[in-house]
């Protein structure tokens, strides 16, 4: 069965500090892949997705990127955190169009 | 640009009731709708998927029904247990491929013993 990883749980960062958060799917193989974010009580905003390595779309220009080095590995970077950074980050997959979204179980970032 | 709106904002029933969400769209151009469920400070679960040619889906205690024409879909979850107290998200896809998706704000459920 297909499983996804998302690392780490929390994270405490100062202002002006980069991030790099990980994502990695099991038991599948090329999968589309999603970075979401979820401000407090509120839906999610898409931020980026994947349908190939190397193949990145940005929904929302902002302080961050992605990359996806492998086949199911999925990264979420900055170079420098903002305090409106701050939020909880899900990574998501699913097969095709015609398939469930997955989730993780997220990444709760404090930007300090 | 597509809108999602879910209503209530929160529902509280008590144990056995069954009861329906709401979820509307703005733009009926959708390739499917899922609905999750979300357990706080957790992911999201899927619950249902409903492509765009479908009517509806069921699972267990669950039914969820789509109507693309006038933008809505609801989930109806029969004889609603505690456990089922979470907050229930809608997405809509509105393009074939990677499929770029529109969530609501959900709803948040409360079942009181």
């Known amino acids: 069965s297909q499983t996804i990883h998302q690392w780490p749980a929390t994270l405490v960062q100062p202002v002006g500090s980069p991030l790099s958060l990980e994502c990695t799917v099991e038991?599948?193989?090329?999968?589309?892949l999603y970075w979401y974010r979820q401000a407090a009580g509120r839906g999610l905003q898409l931020l980026f997705y994947?349908?190939?390595?190397?193949?990145i779309s940005s929904e929302v220009p902002q302080n961050l990127s992605a990359s996806r080095p492998q086949d199911r590995q999925f990264i979420l970077s900055s170079k420098k955190l903002l305090l409106s950074d701050s939020g909880f980050y899900l990574c998501?997959?699913?097969?095709?169009?015609?398939?469930?979204?997955?989730f993780g179980n997220g990444t709760r970032l404090t930007v300090t | 640009k597509q809108e999602v709106t879910q209503i209530p904002a929160a529902l509280s029933v008590p144990e056995g009731e069954n009861l329906v969400l709401n979820c509307s769209f703005t733009?009926?151009?959708?390739?499917?709708l899922q609905w999750f469920r979300q357990d706080p400070g957790k992911g999201l679960t899927s619950l249902l998927l409903i492509q765009s040619s479908q009517r509806e889906q069921t699972s267990g205690r669950l039914n969820a029904s789509l109507d693309k024409s006038s933008g809505r879909s609801t989930l109806y979850i029969a004889a609603s247990q505690p456990g089922d107290s979470a907050t229930y998200l809608c997405a809509v896809f509105g393009s074939i491929g990677a499929g770029k998706s529109t969530f609501g704000d959900g709803t948040t459920l409360t079942v009181k013993p």
């Open positions: 998501a997959w699913r097969g095709n169009y015609n398939s469930p979204l997955h």
């Open positions: 994947s349908v190939g390595i190397g193949q």
């Open positions: 038991g599948t193989s090329n999968p589309n």
């Open positions: 733009d009926s151009a959708i390739y499917n």
